[in-house]
């Protein structure tokens, strides 16, 4: 009996989940993110990672009957947060990269899809610490206490899974716009306006070209997280080796490659709309519809590398979230109290000293 596409996804035999054993001394390596070598963290040996091949853009129909599962490492969940990780076989101890609890098992699901390539780190967990040391103390708002926070302890790499995509698209559309105009009249001795819409058809066609559309996979970290912190060179990314794993974790996907794939359609609409809308002198969209065809689908399934930090202050978590290829940070912040009241208070003081001064002079 043939198998079927969920079956074949689901079949591949484990794979190795040895240590990288540095050949010098014997010691356990892992991936050094600003040599982009192996460096065994006993005698400092760098060994040179075997693959340089570059990812190859698959066929969207391959997403699900080719694909291999990616069972080099185990999945974890974290019982304080939800998040889930895939942690390497390897690591014994693991506290969770998104709230920095210990209280985390191993659960019974399916690694997922083994990825195709990876992006790897290039900036290490110390130029993290000093990227968000700087970023916090730029939050004025922010407590002294929760600055001071950004520590390397609390910061750790996580491989998060991104599809990209790529297309052309061809479009045929046809709709209605307005431009707005105005009238005057007088009324009572004064003057009023009126607005008024001229309406006009619009019609023709549009072509646009995709190229490495990424899409978030997990919900471990939001798509405007990600964006936020964009880019990463997805289009140079290597084949996946599990080397690029050793020293840090990974994030498992939730949201599958046919699930992906309509969302980037969602986006690539839009996408399309706005172009085409902007060779219009327009003030109202009355109508505008759109007819695409996708042509030359094709997908990649990677890791991109990101820094996580967690702080808990007053009882609250909160992340922050480094790029790990180019540096770039984002995050949320808790608000001194004090510090909003006694700006308050400042540009109240101001506008009274206006008033006074206007006062004054009239």
């Known amino acids: 009996m043939s198998k079927t596409a969920e079956q074949k996804l689901y079949s591949d035999k484990k794979l190795d989940t040895s240590v990288y054993k540095c050949p010098n001394c014997g010691g356990e390596a892992v991936f050094d993110a600003t040599k982009q070598k192996m460096r065994c963290m006993y005698c400092d040996s760098l060994f040179d990672i075997e693959t340089n091949e570059k990812v190859v853009e698959k066929d969207i ?27 390497s076989a390897q690591e014994v101890a693991h506290e969770c990269a998104f709230c920095g609890t210990n209280n985390i098992v191993k659960i019974e699901e399916m690694a997922g899809l083994k990825p195709q390539g990876v992006v790897p780190f290039k900036v290490d967990d110390k130029h993290a610490e000093q990227v968000a040391q700087k970023w916090t103390r730029s939050k004025f708002y922010a407590p002294r206490s929760f600055k001071k ?55 023709g066609s549009h072509a646009m070209k995709f190229d490495d559309y990424l899409i978030q996979a997990s919900s471990n970290i939001t798509t405007d997280t990600l964006v936020k912190i ?65 042509i030359n689908q094709t997908y990649k399934y990677l890791l991109v590398p990101v820094y996580v930090g967690h702080t808990t202050f007053k009882g609250k978590l909160y992340n922050f979230y480094v790029n790990g290829e180019n540096g770039k940070i984002t995050g949320k912040t808790p608000v001194s109290g004090w510090k909003v009241a006694f700006t308050v208070i400042g540009i109240l003081a101001i506008i009274a000293l206006i008033v006074a001064g206007i006062y004054i002079l009239d």
């Open 149 to 203: 926070s950004a520590k390397a302890e609390n910061i750790k790499g996580v491989y998060n899974p991104v599809f990209t995509f790529d297309c052309d698209t061809r479009s045929t559309y046809e709709g209605r716009l307005g431009k707005n105009y105005t009238t005057y009249s007088h009324v009572n001795g004064k003057t009023v306006a009126h607005t008024h819409t001229n309406y006009f058809n619009v019609k």
């Open 230 to 294: 964009s880019p990463f060179s997805t289009n140079d990314a290597p084949k996946y080796t599990q080397d690029y794993l050793r020293g840090y974790a990974a994030s498992t996907y939730n949201k599958d490659g046919q699930h992906c794939w309509k969302e980037c359609q969602s986006w690539m609409k839009y996408d399309i709309e706005k172009q085409i809308l902007k060779k219009y002198d327009y003030d109202v969209k009355d109508y505008l519809n759109i007819n695409t065809t996708y």
């Open 61 to 87: 129909n391959e997403l699900l009957s080719n694909a291999k599962v990616w069972k080099e490492a185990e999945v974890y969940q974290c019982k304080s947060c939800g998040a889930k990780e895939i942690i």
